[in-house]
DNA sequence: GTGGTCTAGACCACC
DNA sequence: GTGGTCTAGACCACG
């Protein structure tokens, strides 16, 4: 008679939804904590808040935050089971970092084919790189993304 | 036997629908002829096949096609006039360079957002840059942004 | 100006549920179109019904055959996009191959392990094996699985 | 100094609830026991742990032993007696035989109508039952059907 | 006409 | 208490 279960810890999460962002909600939700457990604040086997507590607490409906885990679940990033509410599931390392290196591929391949597109040599590409760091990291210390 | 009057130049415009994209058709239309603009492959004056036209070339339906025109003039890209057709608007080069600049600002922003929640570290940045440098020159010698 | 499109054909397709399956609607149509496109009955590009025409069709609610377009197409069986309807997706050859002898692998590894908790020999799982086959081609013949 | 009355015997039941497994706890619960009762390894009269011993070392409530052991004296296997605990029933040679065959023809049933689904002719079925006794030979010699 | 998002609210299964 | 299924109906985006 053995088993595999442990008390799943559940921090804080601070999420946000914001109505100007043309991203559904249920997206929006699916990408922060998304983002949350990639970069490993959330660890494996952390519970996520419950559907209808994390509804109450964004002010939208449990069909919305019950989409957004049900999309996450579908992407293995948390295992939900009736009765006993969602945790973040175990990731293999490799599985994490290809979808991070995804993501900024993606972005970093369009501001390239964007840049070529406006004539620009790589150097002053690099320069823009530069600046853009410098924005952000002003941006993140005054707290926010939006 | 060949006329020269002062009508607009037509030039062949390689547009294409993917339907893998998730992108609406109206937007791929938009974003591709606003790109042959910007970078200049698109003159002032040069005239755009009619909707209709290019409706029937896309496979599409001219709503589509109106759709984009429409919201291309909006943009001051393009003019329509009543029986004139539709050619490339007279831009101020300091507005296309405006547009330029906003287009690799904010794909590079997303790319730096995207690594940050990621979790990487500028110095690893700048290495998917250059990585991503040398695979964009690379498709580009072999001829296509698709 | 290349596109790629083609009108889909749009067939008849046999569906029904059965309210004594415990199974919930939405997965007895994911899993019966699944097999229809598993087993070839349903092609690449084939087009769907309308998630609305189907629901009238099959006396439920659109929400439920949305859900269950919704899955197939998370799982990559079939593509939608708006105002275009739904068709069924171009899947590689090796890939529908997996997924085919995945579920009868599966099945097969219960008979398997049922007849040896039960103390069978292997000839007699054998002989189970023909016999079933004799019952389900009787089964198929007077027209039904249930 | 030990006492031999007849009261029943106790053995060490090695069960197991998987968090992975879709099947909820108190169903798996049900399916080990039955199946250990089937396979002769309970035998009629060996006394099973209580509830409260069997939920505090499976690390799950009681609500959930108690519901798999009504469910397993529903169905006959075992009885529960005020104050005397819980015992593997009688059950007649007849009535294991044909539970055993049930599972058996049950699981076979399954697979070869999701051979027929996925297209499979009868002798590819048959292939795949002797890779699948070899592969389930190999799994019980090392030790185990998890 | 298509699909996409969000809403509300009911009832069930599991722990 | 948790999540799971199904319902109805509104409004928007796309073609």
Do not use: W
Request: aromatic share 4%; hydrophobic share 35%; net charge negative.
């Amino acid at each position: 008679m053995s088993s595999e279960r442990a008390q799943p810890k559940q921090p804080r999460i601070p999420l946000h939804l914001s109505m100007d962002d043309p991203e559904p909600m249920y997206r929006q939700i699916e990408s922060q904590l998304r983002d949350f457990i990639l970069s490993g604040q959330l660890e494996p086997g952390t519970r996520l808040p419950s559907m209808r507590a994390l509804a109450k607490d964004l002010l939208c409906s449990v069909i919305t935050t019950r989409r957004a885990y049900e999309d996450l679940e579908g992407e293995g990033f948390i295992r939900t089971r009736q009765g006993m509410g969602t945790v973040v599931a175990e990731i293999p390392e490799e599985t994490m970092a290809a979808y991070r290196r995804e993501a900024v591929d993606g972005a970093m391949g369009e501001a390239v084919r964007a840049g070529r597109r406006a004539g620009l040599t790589e150097e002053e590409l690099r320069d823009i790189l530069e600046e853009t760091l410098q924005r952000e990291v002003a941006n993140v210390h005054q707290g926010g993304t939006p």
